[in-house]
């Protein structure tokens, strides 16, 4: 039996604190936050064992950790975790910028102690469903892969804030996966955004809307389409064309969308709420694969170098639209 350490008890940390105390594999919890309060809740709430600090939930004992604490903790959290030899599961990104991440890469490799991050759309079936397609060949060669985040409001704007905007937060999803579908490289980024919702967005140098076009070394096309206010529901698809076919995933019945064609009744069900009821199955997939690595196993997610060039795409983007010109990733990475 394992027990783990989880960092962070905010929006995700609560929810993998969930997660966490279900899986039949995880003996036991250990839990912390900068926020007192929040730990006593939540210790309270699912039996987990708090701690009064990192140093204390490091120290406990725990086989490995789970970071989900803000975005400008993650490196050095981290880094203490791997500095005592803990398998490490880091909530996305693993570092603020992608030249932070570089420096987290290489001290991780240096200590070999296994660090997964958290791009949880991997373990979504529909969308694990597509890359075996695309991998057993079906598809052919891939010329446009479409990948859509669209958030029903917001974070909060403390949130925001600190979270290096709509690239390096939210899009940086839609890079992972299309990554990884694809299994080709970036090479150039075109990324263009507009604020119409919170005037703090552009106080904070982001925007509540963007649209980025990427191009892959391999000949294909992407597509990424981000936004934070999309009342109907959150949207999460992908839809990858090749020559021979066309795979999507996210069209399922809870798709929030409102067909205006009345002669076809779909989608029937109620749009998808928010991440964490679209991807509730697979947090807890991702959680136990981690489960297995920190009991010796391989990382079936996506491993730190993955995280680092998706940092880099996230870095061209968020250059592309401070320019208003395409950018090159090799201009980008330092
Ligand atoms: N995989 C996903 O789909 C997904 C979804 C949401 C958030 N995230 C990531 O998870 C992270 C947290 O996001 P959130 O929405 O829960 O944020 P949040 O602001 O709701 O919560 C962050 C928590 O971290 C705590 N914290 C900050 N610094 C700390 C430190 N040094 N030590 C201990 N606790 C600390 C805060 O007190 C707070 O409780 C972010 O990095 C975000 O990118 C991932």
Not at 248 to 260: E, F, K, T, Y
Not at 311 to 329: C, F, K, Q, Y
Request: with cysteine.
């Amino acid at each position: 039996m394992t027990t783990l350490g989880l960092i962070g008890l905010g929006r995700i940390g609560a929810f993998h604190a969930e997660t966490l105390s279900n899986l039949p594999e995880v003996s036991g919890l250990v839990i912390t936050d900068e926020r007192p309060d929040v730990v006593a809740e939540i210790a309270a709430k699912y039996g987990a064992t708090p701690a009064d600090s990192v140093e204390a939930l490091l120290t406990s004992g725990v086989d490995g950790v789970v970071v989900a604490a803000a975005t400008p903790a993650h490196a050095e959290l981290t880094l203490a975790a791997v500095g005592k030899g803990l398998p490490t599961f880091c909530e996305k990104p693993i570092a603020s910028t992608a030249a932070d991440s570089i420096r987290v890469a290489e001290a991780i490799t240096r200590s070999g102690v296994p660090v997964q991050v958290g791009y949880q759309r991997r373990f979504d079936a529909a969308f694990a469903a597509v890359k075996q397609a695309v991998d057993a060949g079906s598809v052919g060669a891939l010329h446009t892969v479409r990948s859509t985040t669209m958030d029903p409001a917001p974070p909060p704007m403390s949130y925001i804030e600190g979270s290096g905007g709509i690239f390096r937060d939210c899009a940086v999803h839609d890079f992972d996966v299309l990554r990884w579908i694809t299994g080709q490289e970036v090479v150039e980024v075109y990324a263009t955004g507009s604020v119409q919702g919170d005037p703090l967005f552009a106080d904070y140098g982001d925007v509540d809307t963007a649209a980025i076009v990427v191009r892959f070394d391999g000949g294909a096309l992407g597509v990424v389409s981000a936004a934070r206010y999309n009342a109907r529901g959150y949207d999460c698809r992908l839809e990858v064309h090749g020559f021979d076919d066309t795979v999507v995933a996210g069209w399922d019945q809870g798709v929030p969308v409102r067909n205006a064609d009345s002669a076809v009744e779909f989608p029937t069900g109620q749009p998808h709420h928010f991440f964490m009821d679209r991807f509730t199955e697979a947090f807890r997939t991702e959680l136990s694969e981690f489960v297995r690595v920190v009991q010796g196993g391989p990382i079936l997610g996506a491993t730190v170098s993955d995280a680092v060039a998706v940092a880099w795409i996230a870095e061209a983007a968020t250059e592309s639209l401070r320019r208003g010109t395409p950018v090159r990733i090799e201009e980008v990475v330092k």
